[in-house]
């Protein structure tokens, strides 16, 4: 069984800066890639930026400049490090891994338990 598990979110100031966590565990073979989606009240779920195992990143255009993806695959970890933050940031943000767990053949997408962001005006 695999878990992705978040840290991180809360409130904050418009300009300021928030730091997201995520560690995958259990019986992971292999990640190809790893990152963030965001939800607002009442919009679609919306990719913010994803890290694959061996590419480039990719960001959403409204958080390109203001946020960096980072991972850390020796610790099945990502990172999602949100400076210069807006009003319009806020949402639930959940942590995406594509992986392979060691019983299935093929990878499939694993989703964290999101955690909240809001930032005030």
């Known amino acids: 069984q695999v878990q992705l598990v978040e840290s991180g979110g809360g409130v904050v100031q418009a300009g300021g800066s928030l730091r997201l966590s995520c560690t995958a565990s259990?019986?992971?073979?292999?990640?190809?890639?790893m990152g963030w989606y965001r939800q607002a009240p009442g919009k679609k779920r919306e990719l913010v930026a994803v890290i694959p195992s061996g590419g480039s990143t990719d960001y959403t255009d409204s958080v390109k400049g203001r946020f960096a993806v980072s991972r850390d695959n020796a610790k099945n970890t990502v990172s999602l490090q949100m400076n210069s933050l807006k009003p319009e940031d806020t949402a639930v943000y959940y942590c995406?891994?594509?992986?392979?767990?060691?019983?299935?053949?093929?990878?499939?997408?694993?989703w964290g338990q999101g955690t909240q962001v809001t930032v005030s005006s």
């Open positions: 995406y891994a594509d992986l392979r767990d060691t019983i299935s053949y093929y990878s499939s997408d694993y």
């Open positions: 259990g019986s992971i073979f292999r990640i190809n890639a």
